[in-house]
Each structure stands twice: as C-alpha cells, then as structure tokens.
C-alpha cells in the first residue's frame, strides 16, 4: 500500500481542531501520516492535540512548530516537503476548519489514485447551511479569479458525477507526488490566498487535469480562521495576490483585460469600504503591481 502524507497548516486553530481529529479517526484507511504545521503554536494547543490524539486516536501525526505566522503557502510546503523525504508517494492536502463523517472517504480517493488520477477532489459543502460550496471549478481568465461550479445551491444530488476541471480548491485535495516533481511547490511569495490558483494553474499547464468526485463529502467551516474575504486582512491579500497572479501567469491581452477588470471592480468595491479596508486596498493594489 503506498504511503500517504497528510498536511494542514493550523493558524489559531484550536476550536476546530476536536471536529477535524473525530473526522479522521473514522477513516476506515489507517495508513497515512498526518503532518501539523502549525503558524501560531502555544502550550493550549500542544495540550489540545495530545488530548485529541487520545481522544481520536490517528495513525501517525508530527507536530512542527514554526517561530512565526510563515504562511498558508508554506506551510503547506514545509509539511509537502517532510512528507516526501519521509517517502510519501501522495500527499492530501486538507484544511483544519473541515468535518468529513463518509468513513471511506480517504480510501476510494487513493483507489482512484492508484488507477492513475494525479489530483483528485471531492464535493465540499457549507459547514452550517450543507449547501454546495464547490462541485468543480473554473479559472477566469479575463477576470483573473476562480469560481465554483454550484456554489451556493441546496445539493439534490445535481452534482454527483464524477467530471474533470482545471481548477479546484486546495482546501482537500489528494495530489500524487509527480506532480510536484513536475510543477514545484506552492508559490510562497502568496502567503495566502490564489496560492492554490496558482499551483493548479501550473499543473494544468503541464498536463494535469483535477478528478472532482460527486459522491464523496466534505464539510467547510469557510475562512473560520481568516475571517473571510472582506476584513482588512482579507482585502489586502485577495487584492494584491489577484493582481499578482495575472502578472505572473497570464499574457498580453488576456493580462491588460484581467488588470483592467480586477482594478474596476476594486473601485467599485472601495465606494462602500471603510476606512481600514480602503487602507488595506490601496496597499494591496500597490504591492499586487510591485511584487517580484
């Protein structure tokens, strides 16, 4: 059986950690290696996990502590990186802010793997309203931002055959090892935000298409540690990793329209922000155009 690493990067994420340990202890595949990075470490968060890891017994789990908020991006590399020198031959990358009940979830995702599927995802559904939150996703070019097939619908089942896209949230992803051998790592100058945008823009790119998997679940507590698009912290990096985005991936005329939308639609946005936002905006923009 190959070996499979698992990765989520914790950023004050204590009070999801409970539904996220139960979540996986239920899986009927044990063989896999759960790798916590973790942004934000503390002495009440290294008590929470050995209680949990009681509590909801995992296969295998390390716990690396970074000395600051290093980022999504990577993190995600650093717990990417251990995984394959520990000899991982896939790597699952999952948030902490989800519950999952389907107890073979992660084995038909491999069984789809080992048939030859390099990145494969399941539907995601709201936490609290279980509307759908991804069925499969679409890069906009022109636009320069990603949106999600059936975002937002009550799911009656619409959406539960298996298709290919060429994008899709990073948020729970089984991904095979040759594609980073191929494409690389996430791009850590993101942080966070259109850092998986970008990783699967390149994947594509080089030949990899996403497997979305209609009858399997997972639940999505949205930006629980973020706090979401539209705080100050959000408007800033959406806005300067969208813009970045496109200057580094997209070309000539497809780049001017994306720019000229993307900076449009912020002036619009910045007519009903608030002070702070419209701060965050402006630097955002500023930082989106300078970034190298």
Known sequence: MPSIGLVTVLYNSNEVLEGFFKSLSLQDFKDYHLYI???SPSSSTDTLIADLSVKFPLSEFTHIKNDENAGVAKGNNQGIKRAMEDGAEYLLLLNNDIEFSQPYLLSQMLELALKGENIIVPKILY????????AGGELLKRKGYTIHVGEDEIDNGQYNTNAYYKYAPTCFMLISKQVFDKVGYMDERYFVYFDDTDFIYRA???????LYVGKLEVLHKVSSTTGGYETPFGVYYTTRNRIFFIRK?????TKVVALSYTLFTRIIKALRYDKQQLVQLKQGIKDGLELK
């Not at 936490?127 to 991804?134: A, G, H, L, T, V």
């Not at 594509?204 to 996403?210: A, R």
């Open 249 to 253: 991936n997209l070309t000539m005329l």
């Open 37 to 39: 990075v973790d942004n």
């Open 204 to 210: 594509v790119n080089n030949g990899y298409k996403v």
């Open 127 to 134: 936490f609290d309203s279980k509307r759908i939150w991804m």
